[in-house]
Nanobody, 127 residues
Framework: QVQLVESGGGLVQAGGSLRLSCAASGRTISNYAMGWFRQAPGKEREFVAAISWSGGSTYYADSVKGRFTISRANAKNTVYLQMNSLKPEDTAVYYC????????????????????WGQGTQVTVSS
């Protein structure tokens, strides 16, 4: 049974930083691409960032490019999202997810590409 558990969310002022973690169990995530998505109240869940199964490639939504960094620590079976220069519009519940296909890195921006999701962690950025 695959489980993903996010942590690290919280309340931060605009311009501040947070680091989200996503710890996986039941699957060796080093064989899978991993993604972060977010969902604000009343909005669709949207792509934020993804990292290839090899860790050699990363992808970002235009809205976070240059501010957020995704990384993975395979020995810990954990993926991170470092968020800097946070803005009020970054306020959302953040979810990590693992690709449904092993050794595959494509359609990383699509929710349908991911098989397992965490429960989410709330990030609130005050102005």
């Amino acid at each position: 049974q695959v489980q993903l558990v996010e942590s690290g969310g919280g309340l931060v002022q605009a311009g501040g930083s947070l680091r989200l973690s996503c710890a996986a169990s039941g699957r060796t995530i080093s064989n899978y691409a991993m993604g972060w998505f977010r969902q604000a109240p009343g909005k669709e869940r949207e792509f934020v960032a993804a990292i290839s199964w090899s860790g050699g490639s990363t992808y970002y939504a235009d809205s976070v490019k240059g501010r957020f960094t995704i990384s993975r620590a395979n020995a810990k079976n954990t993926v991170y999202l470092q968020m800097n220069s946070l803005k009020p519009e970054d306020t959302a519940v953040y979810y990590c997810a693992t690709d449904r296909r092993i050794y595959y890195s494509g359609r990383y921006y699509s929710k349908e590409e991911y098989a397992y999701w965490g429960q989410g962690t709330q990030v609130t950025v005050s102005s």
